[in-house]
């Protein structure tokens, strides 16, 4: 495939994905669907594994378009399981959470190419066999992430009761709050896809690296974000998510700034564990902010907020890459400074919570 296919190949993986997602998001607030999350891990993974038996683009186009809508499916429903299991440390459990979807994109490229030049593009099907099995063991657990829910919830509002002559706080709605997030995640996004995208392009053609050096890159801040995002929810429980996503987007900026500009890859490779710890950090913490700000649309919360971090990169990528060609690999890694100092500023204008009686 030429470059144009394959973004053509991200754009259906990430478009609807992200159009998508907020209503499944909205589907699971109006009753426990849990379901939808075994739903979503099988098609997620036999579409992918689809794709290495088709050989037409538009059949493996279509197979990827699938892949994205189902990834929509579990991500809503997930996180808010998430958000009821683990009250009193959301961040831990958000972390532990969004653990799997870090590690999955540090070891899973490594984990394709392993399967295809083992097997041959038939390898594939090991995803589909995985998706099989770990959608059945979500059906089983589903009976057990009811009853942990429940118990939390009616532990929470004894907890309320007991604190409280009148009312509980009742939970509302942040749209205002919930939309300045929103604009931080997509600028948040727009970094870490254009570093996902280029960084290892720059080191290959500015900075004059081999391609593995260049490419290890990507390796080393997705398995060092598996450490990061679990510090980040432990710390975000601890100091505050709004401190969290502020102080991990503040200090992104210098240390991207550094690689960029200092046109040397040993200073690079020294801000790419500092880098990892900026941006995989504070995961945890706007998807909490989001449920924080939408308390009456917890499942809605997380699927716009998860869909946003996910999928609306892939949709900005190729305007990064149209930039990139019109005015260097330079010119867009000084650009996403930029952005990243346009996104720290975003996260002072984020509010507390809102409650009423």
Not at 62 to 77: D, K, L, N, R, W
Not at 318 to 329: E, I, K, V
Not at 332 to 339: A, Q, S, T
Request: hydrophobic residues 55%.
């Amino acid at each position: 495939m030429d470059y144009t296919a394959i973004a053509g190949l991200m754009f259906a993986s990430s478009f609807l994905s992200s159009v998508i997602q907020p209503l499944f998001g909205y589907l699971a607030d109006k009753g426990s669907r849990q379901w939808f999350m075994a739903v979503g891990v099988f098609f997620a993974g036999t579409s992918l594994a689809i794709t290495g038996f088709v050989s037409d683009y538009w059949l493996i186009f279509a197979a990827v378009t699938v892949m994205g809508i189902a990834t929509s499916i579990f991500h809503p429903e997930a996180a808010r399981c998430v958000n009821g299991v683990s009250q009193g440390a959301r961040g831990k459990g958000m972390s532990i959470f969004s653990v799997g979807g870090n590690g999955g994109f540090g070891f899973g490229p490594l984990l394709a190419v392993f399967l295809v030049t083992t097997f041959g593009m038939h390898g594939l099907a090991f995803y589909g066999i995985t998706a099989a099995c770990m959608s059945l063991l979500l059906l089983l657990a589903i009976p057990h992430l009811r009853r942990a829910i429940e118990a939390n919830a009616s532990a929470a509002a004894e907890a309320a009761s007991a604190k409280q002559t009148s009312s509980s706080p009742a939970a509302m709605n942040d749209w205002h709050a919930f939309g300045r997030l929103f604009f931080v995640i997509l600028f948040r996004s727009t970094v870490f896809t254009g570093i996902s995208s280029f960084l290892p392009l720059f080191c290959i053609q500015v900075l004059g690296s081999s391609e593995a050096i260049g490419s290890m890159t990507l390796s080393i801040i997705s398995i060092a974000g598996v450490a990061a995002t679990l510090f980040g929810g432990w710390f975000a429980d601890r100091h505050g998510y709004r401190r969290t996503l502020r102080l991990g987007s503040v200090l992104l900026v210098p240390f991207l700034a550094i690689a960029v500009f200092s046109h040397s890859i040993y200073a690079v490779y020294a801000m790419l564990l500092p880098m990892s710890v900026a941006m995989l950090a504070p995961y945890s913490s706007f998807v909490v902010l989001g449920q924080e700000y939408l308390a009456k649309n917890i499942g809605f919360a997380s699927g716009v907020t998860l869909g946003i971090s996910m999928s609306i990169g892939g949709i900005i990528a190729p305007a990064l890459g149209h930039y990139a060609d019109t005015y260097g690999l330079t010119a867009v890694m000084g650009l996403l400074v930029l952005i990243a100092a346009i996104c720290a500023g975003a996260t002072f204008l984020l509010p507390a919570k809102k409650q009423t009686s």
